[in-house]
């Protein structure tokens, strides 16, 4: 991948091990892989016309990615959506903090709001 070596770098800096499947196994990781088709059905071959430019796309990807995150429901949460599902849990999240200073948000957004004790973000609609 193009941006390996950058991916890499932090995951060095953060202390971190990075684990790798084997090739043609991807059975051994399918919730992540499940995850990939899922944001590729849903939202990349839904905008293949916004590739071209990344200041068009990403805005979209993201609003996307929150939307999946704190509206969509998931079968495997019960029809929850991830957020709430860790709310009424109280689980926390075992992925690295994401910084989301820079995020755009298209839509009716009237509170992004962090938890201190979950640590995650959500969006707050009208």
């Known amino acids: 991948s193009e941006?390996?070596?950058?991916?890499t770098n932090y995951l060095q800096k953060q202390h971190t091990t990075h684990f790798w499947n084997y090739k043609g196994q991807?059975?051994?990781?399918?919730?992540?892989?499940k995850y990939n088709r899922t944001i590729q059905e849903e939202f990349i071959d839904r905008n293949e016309a916004?590739?071209?430019d990344p200041t068009l796309f990403n805005p979209k990807l993201m609003n996307y990615l929150l939307w999946?995150?704190?509206?969509?429901?998931?079968?495997?949460?019960?029809?929850?959506?991830?957020?709430?599902?860790m709310l009424a849990t109280h689980t926390l999240s075992r992925?690295?903090?994401?910084?989301?200073?820079?995020?755009?948000?298209?839509?009716?957004?009237v509170d992004l709001t962090r938890d201190a004790i979950f640590g995650v973000f959500w969006v707050k609609y009208d």
Request: proline content about 8%.
């Open 3 to 7: 941006f390996c070596k950058y991916f």
């Open 26 to 33: 991807p059975y051994k990781n399918g919730h992540i892989e």
């Open 50 to 52: 916004f590739l071209h």
């Open 68 to 85: 999946y995150n704190t509206q969509r429901p998931h079968w495997s949460l019960n029809l929850q959506s991830p957020v709430d599902s």
């Open 95 to 109: 992925m690295r903090w994401t910084d989301t200073s820079n995020c755009f948000c298209e839509g009716p957004v």
